[in-house]
């Protein structure tokens, strides 16, 4: 069963945010510290901890954290 809260509190951490301000629709460059070097360590480390993968081709266009939290297997 994925939980969106812990979802949110892992991804808030990766990317050195207080959790409080991290939603599902928490956009890449919609923070400061979400830039493009930040945008590939939060893939990864989002795949490793969920064991899920994202295809390269799609890296670019998955662009909310809501969208990698619909990736999480059930």
């Known amino acids: 069963m994925k939980d969106g809260r812990e979802?949110?509190?892992f991804a808030a951490s990766v990317?050195?945010?207080p959790p409080e301000s991290a939603t599902m629709d928490?956009?890449?460059g919609?923070?400061?510290e979400w830039d493009s070097v930040m945008h590939l360590r939060l893939v990864m480390e989002l795949e490793n901890r969920y064991g899920f993968e994202t295809?390269?081709?799609e890296i670019a266009t998955t662009r909310t954290l809501g969208e990698?939290?619909?990736r999480i297997p059930l």
Request: glycine letters at 6%; zero cysteines.
């Open 55 to 57: 295809p390269l081709a």
């Open 68 to 70: 990698f939290f619909a």
């Open 26 to 28: 928490t956009a890449y």
């Open 30 to 32: 919609s923070i400061p």
């Open 7 to 9: 979802f949110l509190d």
């Open 15 to 17: 990317l050195g945010i």
